[in-house]
């Protein structure tokens, strides 16, 4: 794990510098730690054991020039897994989150108390509105986790309502930080996976829901069981996320499979609460996974209870086909017929319309996020 740490330049302020350097200092044994601040500030970074990039202050004219080049020239050259911003209330703070979230690294941020009410309070209209309103707010909002030290900081940070993605982790515990950082890491845990690892997730999920273990020409044996610890492990955070990990663990145990990653025991199987309500019907089904795709909330549990339904359909097509034409469905209908053919393999035998394949699809695949 490779962290970098940014410490913009606080003026006649060394407490959030020194409470940088103290987060940094407990934390020199368990990670690989970069360390970018100022030229002023480096006298004190650099009594840590750790490597430091400088950033200077050339000529005032080109200075807006030349410190982000010095930020990205950096940036690519560590490579981190994480840019952690220590403070609030600096201009080049809130740049560098955007620079950093721009180019897809991903940001947390350490207000160290710079935003508690007492702070925000003074000289509010002289100092904090326009602050606040240019990039603060920004800022806050962007990152993808706000760390803070005490309770009541993470009481401050939750009632401004900015981000929800708070974590409270005090500066002895160098164990809890590494947890936060790794969540951080796997967020977006989707955009990491292979694509063997993708295939995977489908093929298991089609034999743990039809117990078919004939379709070996889609995703032979062998591949699963070349993939290692770590690409179980992403397989497991996503499908946790999707809320079919107790489809996954029945799958693998059809299949035979023996994994090199240990599915941690204390984690129950999925009991979702997002599950389609049957009762209302195919089409009732179908029209809560349209409001989910609008929302970018559908999961692949929904997915899985509506292949389930199509799978066991027992009605008269015809009239199930004129009743989704009255109701305006037939088109997403065959739409998500195309996207379970690709995920659950789902046959034409099992669709009461033709599938459809064209941008309204491609849509629904994004909103889904795994594409096999």
Not at 162 to 189: E, G, K, P, S
Not at 278 to 291: H, P, Q, S, T, Y
Request: with cysteine.
């Amino acid at each position: 794990m490779k962290i970098l740490h940014v410490i913009p330049p606080y003026y006649k302020d060394d407490e959030v510098l020194d409470n940088a350097l103290s987060l940094i200092g407990r934390m020199l044994d368990s990670t690989e730690i970069h360390v970018a601040a100022f030229e002023e500030d480096m006298q004190k970074v650099a009594t840590l054991p750790i490597t430091c990039h400088t950033i200077y202050h050339r000529h005032p004219l080109t200075e807006w020039i030349s410190v982000p080049s010095q930020y990205i020239k950096i940036l690519y050259q560590v490579m981190p897994d994480v840019v952690h911003i220590h403070g609030s209330w600096n201009l080049f703070g809130a740049n560098v989150e955007k620079w950093s979230r721009k180019r897809g690294f991903k940001v947390v941020l350490s207000p160290h108390d710079r935003l508690r009410k007492h702070v925000w309070n003074l000289g509010f209209f002289k100092t904090r509105l326009l602050p606040t309103v240019c990039y603060q707010c920004n800022m806050v909002r962007h990152c993808c986790a706000l760390h803070a030290g005490n309770e009541q900081e993470r009481d401050n940070l939750a009632a401004l309502k900015w981000n929800r993605h708070i974590t409270m982790v005090r500066h002895d515990q160098l164990h809890l930080m590494q947890a936060f950082y790794q969540r951080v890491i796997d967020r977006d845990i989707h955009r990491q996976m292979s694509v063997d690892e993708r295939q995977s997730v489908c093929y298991l999920l089609h034999t743990a829901l039809s117990g078919d273990l004939r379709q070996t020409d889609r995703l032979p044996t062998s591949v699963m069981e070349r993939l290692s610890a770590e690409q179980w492990r992403r397989i497991f955070i996503y499908t946790q996320k999707e809320e079919v990990t107790d489809l996954i663990l029945k799958g693998i145990e059809i299949q035979q499979l023996q994994i090199p990653y240990r599915h941690p025991v204390s984690a129950p199987p999925t009991e979702s609460s997002t599950h389609l309500n049957r009762e209302n019907g195919i089409v009732g089904m179908l029209a809560d996974v349209r409001k989910h795709v609008k929302k970018r909330t559908v999961t692949l549990r929904h997915l899985s209870d509506l292949y389930q339904t199509f799978i066991q359909l027992d009605c008269d097509e015809d009239e199930l086909c004129r009743e989704l034409k009255e109701k305006k469905m037939a088109r997403f209908t065959a739409r998500m017929e195309q996207v379970l053919s690709e995920i659950f393999f789902l046959t034409e035998g099992f669709m009461p319309v033709r599938q459809r394949n064209d941008n309204h699809t491609e849509k629904i695949r994004k909103s889904i996020i795994l594409k096999p």
